[in-house]
């Protein structure tokens, strides 16, 4: 008895120790947490706070995707011209707008500043480990070995499907000019212009023709209908969590979409990794003689320094990658670039007599690689345009770790900064009449002594687009040849146009343009 009474108190004691550890320790983290939370709070308000609608919801309600958003963001760029914090007074985002706060984010590394998972995450059952969404040393070890699928010699190859696919494209709004009796059109340009980016892609990265231009696809309507679902999911936040949004319609429409999209690209994938297996490399090597490889193929072959490969699950996410960041944006700096150029008849003609002059003599009209660094006025005009319409208009990073900035200011770890490309290319104190397009801006001489940082259209630093240079020569080839058959202009009899930020920048009601063909072309 008295022996089980002993144990008894021993195990009450023990148990009450226990409690009491659990008590300390609960107040120790509670005590950290508190600690950090203020000395953020202190970091924090050294930066300026824009006038909050409501003292518990601050800027919620605010900043929208609309033309107002926009115009807001000047507003806020104009008054506070390097950053300011926005967003829930207990939950506060950092915009940057300027090089000197920008840079210390840009070129830190994906470990230091890695995407902010709150936006992105609504990628990932899509786009799963793709580079946009991956993070830390898988990053790092995939851009390596992706790095040499974007070089300059590989991109060169890509030109006769840049000129080809280019080429549907305007004989479908050749056919629209002569329905029209010959004379101007009115036509929305953003769309076809997606199928344009849509159709090259799945050349370059799949050697697969779908004829999108001219009949549906199922893999290129699960694709638009995935970036629109994606949308709409962002502005339901009752449907956020993933198990409450696979119950509802959407939901399950985007699922579907998933699965044939991926269904297309595991099947290439896996039919090209078997061809591989059976032939042999080099005789696998051997068996693409007389046409380019495309995005896969180099996929398949590439090794880093250790001789690491990529599996059939990470090629098909980089493809799947490859595909959803560049064909929409390329759609959007095309088609905003058109908007600019009608606009602007001055800087129109002067593209249109470059490229005239360029293919002057020739027996075919083609864009070929060396003709890209030839075309001086017009690369002005696209980084104009991108300057002016940026197709992406924020990109988000969160700091694992303190970031010092120039000035003595510190961004706290844990702090989601939002990289305000827009904002940062509308900065008056960058761009003398922001709102104005002048492409001599980009002249050699006007860019002499320009932070890197106040031009970011592809980001800048170590997580910058991989694909910046494929995006570029493919719009130049694509201004080029529609310049070489018809005059843009804008239509007058529609509404002004109203600007719409979503996964890249649209426009309200499309974007509409008058197309009429040049006098003696055919």
Known sequence: ????????????????????????RWLWDALVAVTRFRAT???LNKFPIPPWSNWLLGHTGMGQSTEQGLQQVD????????????????????????????????????????????????????????????????????????????????????????????????????????????????????????????????????SHESHCQERPSEYIQAILELSSLVIRHQLQPLLHPWWLYSLSSDGQRFARACATVHAFTADVVQRRRRALARLGHQAWLDGQRGRSMDFIDLLLLTKDENGHTLSDEDIAAEAD???????????????????????????????????????????????????????????????????LHPPVTAVSRRCTEDIPLRDGRIIPKGVTCLMSIYGTHHNPDLWPEPEVFNPLRFSPENSKGRSPSSFIPFSAGPRNCIGQSFAMAEMKVAVALTLSRFVLRRDTARPPLRRKPELILRAENGLWLMLEPLPGVA
């Open 75 to 206: 507003a806020l760029v104009a008054r506070y011209r390097h950053g300011c914090l926005w967003g829930l007074p207990w939950l506060p985002v950092l915009c940057l707008f300027y090089p000197s706060t920008l840079r210390p984010l840009l070129s830190a590394s994906a470990f230091v500043a890695p995407k902010d998972e709150l936006f992105y995450s609504f990628l990932k059952p899509w786009l799963g480990e793709g580079l946009l969404l991956s993070r830390g040393e898988r990053w790092a070890q995939h851009r390596r070995l992706l790095t040499p699928a974007f070089h300059g010699d590989v991109l060169r190859n890509y030109l006769g499907i840049f000129n080809q696919s280019t080429r549907v494209l305007l004989a479908k709004w050749g056919v629209a000019t002569v329905a029209a009796g010959g004379g101007p059109v009115g036509l929305e340009v953003l769309q076809p212009l997606s199928l344009l980016t849509l159709d090259t892609l799945q050349k370059c990265i799949f």
């Open 41 to 43: 709070c202190r970091q």
């Open 321 to 387: 990658t490859f595909m959803f960041e560049d064909y929409d944006t390329m759609a959007s700096g095309l088609a905003w670039l058109f908007y600019n150029l009608a606009g602007h008849p001055e800087h129109q003609e002067r593209c249109r007599q470059e490229v005239q002059e360029l293919l002057a003599g020739r027996d075919t009209v083609d864009i070929e690689w060396e003709d890209l660094s030839q075309l001086p006025f017009t690369t002005m005009c696209i980084k104009e345009s991108l300057r």
């Open 1 to 24: 008895m008295a022996v089980a009474a002993a144990l008894g108190s021993l195990g009450a004691v023990a148990l009450g120790t226990f409690v009491v550890a659990l008590l300390l």
